[in-house]
């Protein structure tokens, strides 16, 4: 009885949390000299699982996906993905917890530093889900290569895509320049003849027509403000 | 025990003694980097600072226990070392971002109002102006891929202005007009301009009657110091895309018949004095070298901008011998007093390292930089890019390097006498710590 009890009321209270976190929250961080604007949206997605996207004006980020988003009763933490983190200062990430008068309050951490936050609901969620790659026809499948020149150096290109079912189609992705780079994928898409390769992390973006006659992808790299022209050939 | 002890406190005195003066931009008219003084290997004290309106990049100067600098609020200072205090200042017409150059008695300086100062160092009275064709920073259009491309932006990144340079009774500077003046040291007349495609605002190096001086057109000049006249001309880098690997900003050091100089198109090149041939060229994977390079013993001394390495390399091959990684972007020269290197990092920082060994000895940090208002720093004083650099459009990029300097960076070439370390800082204040 005592057993069941406890069970009842734990399940209560998660139920209650779970309820209790979902929904739009905005507020500050108290960053040193700076109120930090956050605009935070999360849901469970009927009681699946949680996924949620961040706004920070006057930082450039709308919609950031938010990752390794944990909810446990009334704590929860999350990272953000591609914003307000790099290399050299790595992700920014919030842990928090619901007040007992009902606002998220926590700490903002990145860089190793840390801040304390506080937001309130102010309305249902508004997520902003992230583009999710396609997957590619089968002539694209495969491996292909090609050669640029970025700041007067020159670069070889090679990726190797493979359709994953549901998941869209998966990149490997090598720059050969004065070292091997292996470059993260964040997205693969093909619209038509449009082929659209992201690397988030590197900053790279890769768009180019493809051509079956031609046998060949021709479009341009672009990393940051530099573009390049690339043409990419499939291998034997 | 003693005994050692003693000779070593003689030998600091002698050392003490040597440096009697330190007249311009990095010492000597050769730029050698190399101070007469022993600095400190430990960090005691803030002896005292000394607040300005606005931002110092400029170096301070010393003669006679006073110290010279130029800041950003448009004024050139004359403050007592021992204490601190104020004793004139001369206003100009735009901010003051060089190092002055003091000779028989006159301070000489360069100004954003593009007009050149000898102010009496007793008194800071004006004693001359010259008005040059006019300042400006350098610009291109859709420089370092910022927004819009087609757009000619002004580099935020060209922070000093020349700094004169006094030899054989003449005194000499490069401007934004492009050219390089010779101009009569004890009245102002001009005595002769060479015009380069650029931006100049490198301070010319003097060694055996001949200037040194790099300009934003990508070349670095020899040019004959009675004459006006170009000996020879070596050509850097170029980058017509986006303007960010071109251009010498670092002012040339001289010693021994070879010039080292940094440049904007990653290279730390050595020069043979007397034809402009290229000795050896150091690559450093696209990170600028803004600094001037200190040349002692046989080893050049330098550090680079993005990929923040503090290097010593041989002087006669260019091999590394030495590489640190610091936290920051160096634009501060390095000093060697010593068997101590001291330069200023732009997270805040003032750092001492040993000559043998680079490895840090001390360091200093800014009471704004400690701070960290709007987390332009990582907890381990790395720039913290996501917070003060949001998007490469319209002026967010200058409003970036704003961002970045309000916390105290030190663009400052630190001057060593009588053991106390001088230098300036972006949060206005120059600082004087033993």
Redesign the interface.
Known sequence: MRLIATILFASTALSQAAESAAGRWEGVAQ????ELKLIVDLSDEGGKDWTGSIIIP???VKGAQLVDLHVRGGDLDFAIKG????E??GR?ELKAHLTPDGHLAGDFK????S?PFVLSKTGPAQIDLPPRSTGVAKEVEGEWKGDYEM??YARHATLKFANRGNEGAALEFTIVG?KVNNVPVSLVAQDGDFVTVKSDEFGITFEGRFSKEAGEIKGTLSQ???EAPLVLRKTP | MIHFRFIAGVSALLLVNVAQAQSMFRGDPGHSGKSGAQATRQFHRVKWKFPTGDRIVSSPVWENKILYFGGDDGNIYAVDSETGRQIWKRTTGGPAPCTPALANGIVYATSYDGKFYALDAKTGAVKWKFATEGERRFEAKGIHGLQPKNQTIADQFDVFLSSPVVANGAVYFGSGDGNLYALDAGTGELKWKFKTGDVIHASPAYADGVLFVGSWDSYFYAVDAATGKEKWRFHGGEDPLIHNQVGFQSSAAVVDGVVYVGCRDSNLYALDAATGKEKWKFFNELSWVIVSPAVVDGKVVFATSDSSLFHIVDAATGKSLLKQQDKAYMFSSPVVAGDVVLIGVLNGTLQARDLKTAEPLWDFQTEASKQNKGWILTADRKFNEPFFYHSNWREAPTVATDRQLNIGAIFSTPLVMNGVVYFGSTDGNLYAIE
């Open positions: 960053i040193p000299g700076h006057g930082f450039g914003a307000l983190g790099n050299r200062s920014a990145q860089g190793g530093n801040a700041m007067g004065k940051g403000p530099m």
